[in-house]
Every structure is written in C-alpha cells, then in structure tokens.
C-alpha cells in the first residue's frame, strides 16, 4: 500500500521536499491515510525539514539525516527511544540548536544560517514547552504570559494583559493569574507555560516532552489542556512524548524516530496496530 | 583621680632660696604693673583636647613682677559661676631659670583665689600659679581670667588674660563626671582588662566622639556601593560576554583587584594620583577607592548569580524571540538579583568594614577617631567603642542576610518540578492505567535527563 512505499521513499532515499509534497498531494489525491490531516491541493508544508544533520563536540552524532514534512494544522507526535534524537530535532527547529548541516524551511523560509537577530524574528512563529516547563519564577502566571507579547511582539499592557487572561482560562487557570509559579504545581506550571507559547500565536508549536516532569496524576491536565488545543485550537503542534495514548488519540501522524533518523510514520493507529519496521515493533512492544 | 594629682607641697627649699634673692634685689622703685603673662587650662575631656567648664581643671596663671615692683598678694578672678573652691595652688617662684621658694597662702572663696606671700615678689620674677582642681563657668565660653595684686603702693588691677576657651558642660560631660565619682566605675576600673577595654567613661566618651567618623563610614560606603553593582554589573556581563577582548579586560580587572591587598589598592590611589598631580578629596578618594576595590568582588558574584540560573531560563526567553538584551534584563538578571541579595549584603558588610583601612591614609573616619582617642587616653576603650558602632550596622546586616536566604531558598522551589516523593502515594488504580506510560518514562527519564526524577523504589518495583 501506498503508505507503506511513502515511508519507505521519504526515510530510505530522502526524497527532494518537492517530492514530499507530491505524497501528500498524492495523499490527498486519493485520500490516503498517510495522516488524519486533510491537506489542501498545492499546499506547501508549514515546517520542512530537509537532511538534518547534528553533531555535538564533533563527534556524537544525534541527528544524521531527518527528513520531516509538517503541514499546516496538523498533529504530529514523535516518538521514540532515549537518544535517538527527537529532542533535539525539536530543539533545532526553533534554533535553540544549531543544525550541523540540512534545511529548515517555516513557510518555504530558509531558518538556518541566521543572525542572530534575524533568529530572535524566527523564533516569534515557533512556540515552544518545555520538558522542565521553564516558567520565569519572578514573574507571576499573567505576567510569564504578557512577557512575550509585550516585550517582543509590542502590544501593549492592556492588549497583553486581555490575551493572558484569555488563555490562561483557556488551560483552566483564570483563577491563577496572579500566582507566581512557586505557588503552582507542576502541572498548573505547565499549562501555563502552554499558555505563555500559545499567547504568542505562532505558527508551529513545540512540546519537548511536556508531560515527562510531572507527577502521574497531573499529566491528566495537562494532556487534556494539549487535547483541546489539537482538537479546537487549529494549531500546528509537534509534540516528542511518551504518552501513547494521546499519541493514538490526538496525533494526526506519528512519526517514529531511531538514532537520527525518522524510521517509520503514518497515521497512529498504522504504526501502533501494524508497524512496519522492526525497530518500531521493538519499541512498541518494549511499552505494551 | 584628677583629685590624687593634687599638689600641696609648698616647698620649703624654694621658699628659702626666694627669701635671698629678695633680699639681694631689694631696690625701691615706682609702681608698674604686674604682667600677666599667661592664663591656660589643661584639657579635662576624657580623652579630648577641651577644657570644659563645671568639672575639675587646672589652671595655670604666669605674671612677671615689673622693675620696682613688691607684690605681696595676688588675686585672681573668675567669672561668677567658676570657682576655686576646694582647688589646691602650687605657688612656684622663677628668676630666669632657677627657682625660688616663696612661702604663700592660697584662699579660695568661691569665683576669687587670694594668694598672699610671705615675703613681697620683687622685680623680674616670674611668678606662676598652678591651681589645680578648680572648675570654669559650666557654660563655657571664653573666659578671661582677672584679678587684683598688691604692692607696695596698694592694691592694683591686674591684666586681663587672654581667654581660654571651654566647652559648656553637657549631660554627657556631666555623665562623665559622675562616672568619675561612682564607686562601682572605681572597682570596675581597678581590673586590669575592664579598665583597658571597657572603661565606662571613656565609652560614653567614645560615643559621642566617634559619631562623625561612623556616619562618614557609612556616608562612604552607601555613596561607594551604588556605583560598585553598576560597575561589577558591567564587568559580570563582560566576564561572560562572547567577545574575547571584553572577557580578557574583565578578568584582568577582577583579578587584580581580587587579588591585591585593599591597603595597597588605596596606598596606590592615595599617594599615585597626587604625584600625578590628580589631586581629589580624599573622602571622594575613599569612596571611589572602596567602589572599585568592591565592583571586583560584585563582578563575581553576579557572573555566579547569572550563571546559576538554569539554561532552561535563557530557552524558554529565547523561544519567545526575546534578545540578548531583554533576556538579560527581564528574565536573568531579576532572578540573579533575587539570589545574590544574602551574598552582595554580606560583601556589603565586608565593604563597610574596609573603610576602616582608609584611616591608614588619613581619612576621618571611625578607625581614625578610635586611634585619636587612644592615643590621647591611654586606653582600647575607644577601639571597644569603634567596635560597637561596627557591628551596630553589621549585626541587623547579617540577621537580613539569613531571612533573605530562608524566603529564597523556599521560593526557590518554582521555576522547575516540585520535589518529589508524591508519587509514591499514587494509588493502585491509577497507577495501573498510567503504568505503561511510566515504562517509557522511566526508561527515558534515566538516559536522556540528569535533571528528572526519579521513581520511587516500591512505585519502581511495580513497573
């Protein structure tokens, strides 16, 4: 099946991006499950990423060649084993990595190679939640949420002040607007984070792991909080997790990674169900 | 005290030796004056250089008897509210050098001292007065001590002195006498080690003289500091900036200044720039010299404060497009500020105590006063003194420093994941459904994050 043979091209022969996006034109053509997305005829990928390449210290080689396609509105989550590199392919999407060689295009737009100021106008359309949350402890929920908006994106107080309120209900933490973050739990510091990210409306989303700091019983709200925002939010999200059943339940494709490159993908109840690599059997089977 | 230096003796020797040479010089003449030739006090602050008024004191009075001149009694006057009551003289006789012994009789009654002589002074001698133990008007002022004389032709007016100036006598003064007299201060005293550290006159004394050199102290280093952060700011951001040149001036700076003695920092300063003919006040000398000498000490302490803050800080500024500059300002620096408070306070109290050595080159300051008022005294109580107005300023200092630590240490706990040991608690129903997750959590968490935490030995078993 055509699935099959699209995953075999993109990850063996690392096709051309024009090629990628022929499969999905192809893929919509004949309305084919390569991902729950519906994509729209001649429709370019929002985030391309084209022979990614990264080394750190010269030597260890974390990404050795990724190919990535993500269209606009769709949920992809990646998955995979410690060390094969996922975190670090989000990590080079918005630059907080350096890529040691390959593109990334946002918007058909060449990000590498930058300066640094020209970075800093990147980074704008590329949200990102973090693992550890990173919340600014000084600052309260509101404020971490403002901070962005007025700083970088120039709106005023009051504009900022309408919009962290606004999302802060949207994670359910209206009633925490004025609690700084040591005064929240984990989980309520995560939405919050999400809060802050989404605030910003930027283009793409990054989750590097969001759930993987957090006592069990509050990945529940965040989870939900990521749920609603993939469900109704109409955002482009990139999501590294170990949750497989948001994976399954929420991820328009999953994309599984094996030491730096992207080893199979497709629409998460394929991989999950029927996986086609041994690898992927192998670590599905690892967690089930 | 002041009281065992009282002298009576009148000494017959001198008195016998005047009786010749009056009789050698008898010569008749006409009616001059008798000169005053000097009126002075000696200090009796306790450990200063004033005379003041209402306590013991000594005066001295000197007059020259003229040619032709037999003076047989003199008088000196106060003003109304001084008194020689219960004061001693020692009458002393001089021709040139030598001395002669004139037997005299001092009676003091109130605001007058007569002295009448045994035999008439005659011409050329000097006569001095030592009246010990008699007290100033206690509102002090100039006073110019006056009188009258006998000669052979009745009695005269004698030359005003000139005024000797004193020092009203305050309830700190008069606190000082009372010390004086109290008999627990005399037992106090009398131990070796209380009465050389801890004298209580001397402390009251002390207090109050050391007043203008802990407030320039303080005046230093409050005016020194503001601009010691902006500057170790400055070269904390150089220290750890990316360009080569500005990290190699900061650390030469910081170096040198971290690694030379403050003494010879401002030896250099103070005795260098006049040669260079750069020639500043010196309390603006000091000031600058403690700014510089702390931005050093800053400057590390706010590259340790900046650095401590988790990378993840700087990330998550960066991916909300935030530049260098927001990112240190808005995220970086409130944080490290909120973390060097115990440690800048406590460079702030070490500051504070190194103006001390700016008395090595002559600035007032408390250090200096202390030493000016041992060595007048005699006594470390000064220094005891000093001390107390050091740890005044130092001692709340380092009570703040260790609530600070404690508010920061618990609201230290944001900005990452609580601590855990929750997990545990987790109940079984909800760890079955959560357990496969955690599989891959705990695999992922032990290879790929030094920084998460860790499961619980029975929760691990589980899994």
């Known amino acids: 099946m055509l699935g099959k043979k699209l995953t075999h091209t993109i ?65 992809v989550v990646v998955l995979g084993p410690s060390g094969s590199g996922k975190s670090t392919m989000l990590r080079c999407i918005n630059l907080l990595e350096t890529p040691t060689a390959g593109h990334i295009l946002i918007d058909d737009e060449e990000i590498t190679g930058k300066s640094s100021k020209e970075v800093g106008i990147i980074r704008r359309d590329l949200g990102m939640v973090f693992q550890q949350f990173n919340l600014f402890p000084h600052l309260t929920a509101k404020e971490n949420v403002m901070i962005g908006q007025t700083k ?82 109409d955002m482009t999200m990139i999501v590294v997790t170990h949750e497989m059943g948001f994976a399954r339940d929420v991820g328009d494709r999953v994309v599984f990674m094996e030491g730096g490159v992207v080893v199979e993908q497709g629409l998460p109840e394929e991989v999950f169900d029927h996986p086609k690599h041994d690898r992927t059997k192998q670590f599905l089977g690892s967690i089930n | ?66 040619a032709g001149e037999e003076v047989s009694a003199v008088t000196l006057t106060l003003p109304d509210d001084g008194t020689f009551d219960d004061s001693s003289t020692k009458i002393t006789v001089l021709e040139g050098l030598s001395r002669a012994s004139v037997e005299g009789e001092a009676v003091a009654s109130g605001s007058k001292l007569e002295v009448t002589f045994s035999e008439p002074i005659t011409e050329g001698y000097l006569l001095r007065l030592e009246v010990e133990g008699m007290r100033f008007p206690s509102e002090g002022g100039d006073v110019v001590v006056g009188g009258t004389y006998v000669n052979q032709d009745g009695e005269q007016q004698l030359a005003d002195s000139k005024p000797i100036a004193t020092i009203a006598n305050t309830p700190l003064q008069a606190l000082v006498a009372s010390l004086d007299e109290a008999a627990w201060v005399q037992v106090w005293n009398s131990n070796p080690f209380l009465g050389m550290f801890f004298k209580p006159q001397l402390l009251v004394t002390a207090f109050a003289t050391l007043v203008p050199g802990w407030l320039l102290c303080l005046l230093i280093v409050v005016i020194a500091y503001p601009f010691a952060i902006v500057l170790g700011l400055i070269f904390a951001l150089m220290k750890i900036s990316k360009n080569r040149l ?100 406590s460079d702030f109290i070490t500051s504070y105590k190194d103006t001390s050595l700016l008395s090595s080159v002559g600035v007032m300051e408390l250090m200096m006063f202390a030493k000016n008022l041992t060595s007048v005294s005699g006594n470390m109580t000064p220094y005891v003194a000093a001390a107390i107005f050091y740890l005044i300023v130092t001692l709340p200092l380092i009570k703040a420093v260790g609530y600070v630590e404690e508010r920061i240490a618990h609201s230290e706990r944001g900005g990452g994941p609580r601590p855990k040991g929750k997990t545990a608690k987790t109940s079984a129903a909800e760890a079955g459904v959560k357990l496969s997750e955690l599989a891959v959590h705990a695999e992922a968490l032990d290879d790929e994050h030094a920084y998460a935490p860790t499961l619980t030995p029975s929760f691990a078993s589980e899994v």
């Open chain 1, 11 to 75: 990850n063996v022969d690392v096709p051309p991006a024009m090629e990628a996006n022929e499969a999905a034109r192809i893929a919509f053509e004949h309305d084919l499950p390569l991902s729950r997305h519906h994509f729209v005829e001649g429709e370019h990928p929002v985030v391309r990423i084209e022979h990614l390449m990264k080394t750190f210290d010269g030597e260890t080689q974390v990404l050795r060649d990724v190919n990535l396609n993500v269209w606009n509105g769709e949920i």
């Open chain 1, 152 to 233: 970088v994106l120039k709106k005023s107080k009051e504009e900022a002040e309408a919009e962290a309120i606004k999302q802060l209900e949207a994670v359910g933490l209206g009633d925490r607007a004025d609690y700084k973050p040591p005064q929240l739990s984990g989980g309520q510091q995560q939405r919050v984070a999400i809060a802050r990210a989404v605030a910003m409306h930027p283009k793409v989303l990054l989750f590097d792991e969001p759930t993987s700091a957090l006592d069990p019983e509050l990945v529940r709200d965040v989870l939900g909080v990521m749920r609603e925002l993939a469900l109704y939010g």
């Open chain 2, 1 to 66: 005290m002041r009281n065992n230096r009282r002298d009576k003796s009148k000494g017959l020797l001198s008195a016998l030796a005047m009786l010749m040479l009056a009789c050698a010089l008898l010569v008749p003449t006409t009616a001059l004056a008798l000169t005053t030739n000097k009126a002075t006090a000696r200090p009796n602050e306790d450990g200063g250089s004033g005379v003041i008024g209402g306590l013991d004191t000594r005066l001295t009075w000197e007059g020259t008897v003229e």
């Open chain 2, 246 to 345: 500005l990290r190699l001036i900061a650390i030469v700076y910081v170096n040198v200044l971290r690694g030379t003695p403050l003494f010879l920092q401002i030896y250099i300063m103070f005795f260098g720039l006049p040669m260079m003919n750069i020639n500043i006040d010196n309390n603006v000398l000091g000031v600058i010299v403690i700014a510089i000498n702390a931005s050093a000490y800053l400057a590390e302490i706010f590259r340790a404060g900046i650095q401590s803050i988790p990378q993840g800080q700087y990330e998550a500024a960066s991916s909300l497009g935030m530049n260098y500059f927001q990112t240190m300002f808005d995220i970086i620096l409130p944080q490290t500020i909120r973390r060097v408070i115990p440690t800048v306070t």
